[in-house]
């Protein structure tokens, strides 16, 4: 059976859990990897969180070419074009491999000025600097595993790249409980050795990763023929991975000044959001899961030009993700309390996430919407409308409301996520707008009706 009859004869679920456990596990090893570090000193805890927010903000940049290239090649395996989809694969992991040299070398040798950028307290700037530079050589096998799970996955190889994560994850694990503690008369590395833990995880990844795209998808890698790029190809992964990539930061850059409205509340609420938004994570995860299964189905679809399944197929997708939301919702407000209870008993902190744990049951299903459906547009190319939505009304409405609510009428955590409520549900039903509109479908035509020798 080809890759393209695999995704085919799939089914939604049969797609999506592989997904849905590799993201919880990403999730979970983060952390694990602070609660186990915790028992060394809280300063080490301060010096791995400032590392690994460069980290973050590092695979958010290789994304876009992941993101960008696994739609690119749903659309060529969809339109039967298996030669031009291989050769999407070796460029973005070239183009990709290129990005991640260049960002390593400069976290390499700009650890010292990136922790002073970055306000790291004098007394572990030592401990930071460590960290950072032996975190920068994972910076390049990660930025090329990025590529080669998501090609693995645009095949429909979804179950084959969560193996790997679990695999990677009890690699980084056993490392650190080895060099944290000490055991079996190993030195004792602090965050040193979550550092080499993490770079050993991710080289065994990349390693694991190449053996699966030779096995699976019948591709011999070789760096020349990575590195031979065509403006064609890397053009269309641009298309879709920037306007992805620049949504994602900019949600990020929201999120910081949203939570500097949270600090001017105190401490407890502070901890209060922290506390909230790891366990709504896992909410998020369905949304997210279900959203990456549809984008691959519907890049399938669309490639092959069967426009009408492809609509079809995000209606039906989004009521999965809806009823499934809505019931991971409603179990999270039952548990929420119980479960913050594991994390502390402050009677404030407790009162304040059971409202947002309320507030949530709106939210939640809003977030879905924006999360399935914009996973669908850039499928079938449309990503720029998504990226420019995401600039207006995370800029233009939820920080405005989150301080209007928040601050100004002092309502407080619960008024400044008012303003996420605001702001997912305006996008959410845009999206949805958008698609029902089947304006993304010119735009496939403009792909489908291009020269097709442009990208040899």
Known sequence: MTSVSAVRSQSLFQITWP???????HFLTAALNTFMISHVSYQAVAALSVGNQFFDVSITLFNFVGIGSS???????GAGQRDVARRVVQQAIGFNALIGLVVALGVLFGATPILQLMNMPEHLQ????????IIALCLLPEAIALCLAASLRAYGYTREAMY??????????VG?????YGWFGLPQMSVAGVAWSTVAGRVIGVMLLVWLIRRRIGLQLRWAECCRFSSDIISKIMKIGLPAAGENLSWMLQMMVITSFVALLGDKMLATQSYFFQISLFVMLFGIAIGLGTEIMIGHLVGAGELDQAYHRLMRSLKIG??????????V??????????????????ATAGQLFLLSLILE?????????????????DARFPFRMALISMWGIAIPIAYLCGIHWAWGLVGIWCGFVVDEWVRGLTMFWRWRSRRWEKKVLVQRTAPANQAH
């Open 333 to 350: 407000v039952v548990s929420g309390p119980y479960l913050m209870e594991l994390f502390t008993a402050d009677e404030v902190i407790l």
């Open 71 to 77: 739609v690119v090649i749903t659309q060529y395996l």
């Open 176 to 180: 650190n409980a080895l060099l944290l």
């Open 164 to 173: 790997v994560t679990v695999i990677v994850n009890l690699v980084t694990l």
């Open 322 to 331: 809806l009823v499934v939301t809505v019931l991971s919702v409603a179990l």
């Open 365 to 381: 299903p809003g977030r879905t919407f924006n999360i399935i459906v914009i996973s669908s547009l850039r499928a079938t190319g």
């Open 19 to 25: 997904l849905f456990i590799d993201l919880a596990l």
């Open 126 to 133: 030592s401990m930071g600097h460590v960290y950072l530079q």
